[in-house]
Nanobody
């Protein structure tokens, strides 16, 4: 099992940047594929970015390509989401998630979730 705790959320003006961190417990973090998802009020949970266990495979939602960067540090049991050029439509609760199964961008494949962190982008 793995437990996930996100940090780094907050309020930022449009065009600004934030960096989310997700700290994971457990000795087998390096075996998990990781993802970031977000959920805006009244909307379904949406894929943002994913990174496989080694960091050698990465995917982004079209809406964040070129603005967001996912990375991981297996030695620190952490995954990160650097968010630049933020837009009001990026406002949502952001979740870190882990899966021990195959690499996927579908949130239904992820077994473990953090509590979420709120990102609010003002115009």
């Amino acid at each position: 099992q793995v437990q996930l705790v996100e940090s780094g959320g907050g309020l930022v003006q449009a065009g600004g940047s934030l960096r989310l961190s997700c700290a994971a417990s457990g000795r087998t973090f390096s075996s998990y594929n990781m993802g970031w998802f977000r959920q805006a009020p009244g909307k379904d949970r949406a894929f943002v970015a994913a990174i496989n266990w080694s960091g050698g495979r990465i995917n982004y939602a079209d809406s964040v390509k070129g603005r967001f960067t996912i990375s991981r540090d297996n030695a620190k049991n952490a995954v990160y989401l650097q968010m630049n050029s933020l837009k009001p439509e990026d406002t949502a609760v952001y979740y870190c998630a882990a899966t021990a199964s195959y690499y996927d961008t579908n949130y239904r494949s992820y077994n473990y979730w953090g509590q979420g962190t709120q990102i609010t982008v003002s115009s």
